[in-house]
């Protein structure tokens, strides 16, 4: 259940800035020196690194990991289970000026369930993040990322699949590939990958 800023079945380090208006889930951890500001929403079980901000009306579903150095501007919006990289960053202006003033024009971003951006991404505004996509290391998304894709690269490229246990997939001559940990099947069609069963998701 997700509770305001005022409940203890979260924690939040000594250190740590949560304002008024916030809405945190139970068994989060909140750690040091980061910043929850008002209006943001944040699911149960998820955990917040080091030196984090999360601004005014920014939304995290649960289970999300976010690590540290992360900033997560308003218009940002997280599915359950996203895994966010150490210094990743969004943005949330297509054409900043620091003379102009755009408060009312931020671009909305989402990010898929499963979904995982790598240390020092750049995700530019309004390009959203498929479910159990793979945004690699340094990567900069220009474009929208479809579900299941890898993408690496400045700009970020698609160079192949991912499934949801976060396993490259190699498809064979019938479009079918196998996730050797999790056991799960994939079928590749009209360049979209879907999952033929989810065993994981029951348990």
């Known amino acids: 259940m997700i509770g305001d800023a005022g409940q203890e079945d979260w924690f939040a380090h000594e250190t740590a800035v949560i304002d008024e208006g916030c809405a945190i889930g139970a068994g989060t951890k909140v750690w040091h020196f980061s910043h929850i500001m008002s209006g ?19 939304k995290l579903g649960h289970n999300c990991k976010v690590q540290n150095n992360v900033t997560l501007y308003s218009g940002v919006e997280c599915e359950d289970n ?3 990289g150490p210094s990743c960053v969004f943005t949330n202006v297509t054409n900043p000026r620091s003379a102009v003033v755009r408060r009312d024009q931020y671009t909305k971003t989402r990010v898929g369930k499963g979904a995982s951006i790598g240390a020092n991404a750049t995700i530019v505004c309004g390009h959203d993040i498929g479910p159990y996509a793979f945004v690699g290391a340094g990567a900069v998304v220009t474009k929208p990322v479809p579900p299941y894709a890898l993408v690496l690269g400045n700009p970020a490229r698609q160079v ?6 976060g396993h490259r997939l190699e498809f064979d001559v019938k ?18 990958v879907r999952p033929i069963h989810h065993p994981h998701e029951s348990n």
């Open 82 to 84: 996203v895994f966010l």
């Open 40 to 58: 943001s929403v944040i699911g149960e079980c998820c955990n917040i690194g080091q030196n984090v901000v999360i601004s005014p009306d920014v």
């Open 175 to 192: 479009n079918q590939a196998t996730c050797p940990e999790s056991g799960e099947c994939y079928t590749l069609q009209n360049g979209e």
């Open 160 to 165: 192949g699949w991912m499934s949801a246990f």
